[in-house]
């Protein structure tokens, strides 16, 4: 509605009829607009917890304390409920997975309650937020996190966007979590997410992944596909072979071979060579000594 009310007083001031009472028009959308924001951002989730295992296993303590915080801000009574409940013994993956979801500023604030507690919640907190959360919130979260001094959560939570759970799929919108930190200038986080994509991306999403990218990046993310282990690298050759025509002369596989440590060159092709891809192997040799290395 902010954008609307700014186009219409423009739109009348170029006309030569300006709206009476424009500044205020606009004043109103734009105090909407950040209300809106405070409000979603400083917001609380209603936890449905089930309270009677705690109670079984005599939590009535815990309980308590949950049934008196209905209404409260969840960082002041989720961290110790998840500490007590894990150091119980209790199952609390559904909790760390609803708390996942919260908005930006509420998971920080749990996060640093929760500092120096046991990583058995917090990394966990940490990926399934990095799956959950939109593309447009990540951004939010990670700066959030570096203002609030938790920066070395960072490297799980984005490691969480290609996370891909036991029983379930990598998230499909990688690009455009890509595309919210590029147009939030958080380049490094971008290439980040980039990196990680090609460390552990299935080969089969992998290529159509690249699609979305320019060459610059595309190499990016190849190069990363090459470096991260010999394995790695043939699983996306096996993939990239059987859907690229030509492939050994393909730009791919000269970005992958890019990727592989020369200290390893050797040791990592002979993987290709032992999975029968011949050609690829005579190719990934003549670029051993090919620029840049």
Not at 33 to 61: C, M, N, Q, W, Y
């Amino acid at each position: 509605m902010l954008a609307i009310a700014q186009s219409c007083v423009e739109h009348a001031r170029d006309i030569g009829s300006p709206i009476q009472g424009a500044f205020s028009l606009e004043k109103y959308w734009r105090d909407q607009a950040l209300a809106s924001h405070r409000t979603a951002d400083s917001g609380t989730v209603e936890f449905e917890i089930d309270l009677k295992p705690l109670l079984r296993a005599g939590l009535d303590d815990i309980v308590a304390t949950i049934e008196a915080s209905s209404g409260n801000p969840v960082e002041l009574w989720l961290p110790d409920a998840l500490v007590a409940t894990h150091e119980a013994g209790l199952d609390i993956h559904t909790h760390v997975v609803t708390a996942s979801k919260m908005f930006p500023a509420d998971l920080v604030a749990t996060l640093r309650a929760l500092k120096g507690g046991p990583g058995e919640i917090i990394k966990p907190l940490l990926v399934w937020a990095g799956y959950y959360q939109t593309p447009a919130s990540l951004p939010v979260l990670v700066a959030l996190l570096r203002r609030s001094r938790c920066q070395d959560h960072v490297e799980d939570l984005l490691k969480g966007v290609l996370y891909k759970p036991t029983q379930g799929e990598t998230r499909k919108d990688v690009k455009a979590v890509y595309d919210a930190f590029s147009g939030a200038t958080m380049s490094r986080d971008a290439t980040t997410i980039l990196d990680h994509a090609g460390a552990v991306m299935p080969a089969e999403e992998l290529l159509s992944f690249l699609e979305g990218f320019d060459d610059y990046d595309r190499e990016g993310i190849l190069r990363a596909a090459g470096a991260t282990s010999p394995w790695r690298l043939r699983a996306v050759i096996s993939h990239f072979r059987t859907e690229i025509p030509n492939f050994p002369s393909s730009s791919y596989l000269t970005y992958l071979s890019r990727g592989i440590p020369q200290e390893r060159y050797e040791t990592w092709v002979d993987h290709i060579q032992k999975a029968g891809y011949s050609d690829e192997y005579i190719k990934l040799c003549e670029m051993k000594y090919e620029p840049p290395f």
